[in-house]
């Protein structure tokens, strides 16, 4: 069972984030914080596989815990699930480190589907934020100076293009392979691989590229020119 801790305030959305994890194969062991200082005293406490974090919480923002959780539980996934969608809160949310972005106005079938594929190695982001942001990187990087709403002391600087981290070949064909939505175990079926080579892969490509997400990797990637 995975370990999941719930940061939300609202009850009823705690409540029924709980009962999508319960609907996971295999069914999540969800816990519950309902503040930032509730969420690190907890995560301090045991170890996490997944935060499932909002980010209007009553003591600050929620993306203030995923550079925290960078430092102090690296192996802890982090998705965003938000009723916020905005393009900047989207990108802040994927630079800091969220593996995901959920929105609350989806259904309880959506969530555990969009939760289920990280179980299978997946970074689950809403379809229409998805969309907008693909097409945001279509067109080019972020602006400079975008920062989301609500947010004064996560400081996520603008990526520079100035050094580009060298990929090998084989981490351009993963990456490549990520970008068009393939799991770990399909990507390692394509280029007649390991799983574990994939994820050894994938770890080498988050390391170069100073990421923690498959999203954040795509972002990255395209923005400095390494994807078309």
Not at 75 to 101: N, W
Request: proline share 7%.
């Amino acid at each position: 069972m995975h370990a999941i801790l719930i940061v939300e305030d609202d009850p009823h959305m705690s409540a029924r984030l709980a009962r999508v994890c319960a609907q996971l194969e295999p069914p999540g062991a969800p816990q519950v914080a309902a503040s930032l200082a509730q969420a690190r005293a907890r995560l301090d406490a045991q170890a996490f596989q997944w935060v499932l974090l909002d980010i209007g919480l009553p003591d600050g923002s929620g993306l203030e815990l995923l550079p925290w959780l960078q430092q102090h539980a690296p192996g802890t996934d982090a998705v965003v699930i938000s009723s916020l969608g905005d393009d900047a809160t989207v990108l802040a949310a994927i630079r800091a480190g969220a593996v995901g972005y959920l929105q609350k106005n989806g259904s309880d079938v959506e969530l555990a589907l969009s939760l289920g594929s990280m179980q299978r190695g997946g970074a689950p982001i809403d379809p229409v934020i998805a969309r907008r942001i693909l097409n945001l990187v279509a067109a080019g990087p972020a602006p400079e100076g975008v920062v989301p709403k609500k947010v004064t002391v996560v400081n996520i600087e603008p990526e520079t293009t100035a050094a580009k981290p060298v990929l090998s070949e084989r981490e351009l064909d993963v990456l490549r392979l990520v970008a068009q939505g393939h799991t770990n175990r399909e990507i390692a079926q394509g280029l007649g691989l390991s799983v574990h080579t994939i994820e050894c892969h994938a770890k080498n490509i988050y390391r170069k590229l100073a990421v923690r997400s498959r999203a954040g990797a795509v972002y990255t990637a395209r923005s400095r020119g390494l994807l078309p």
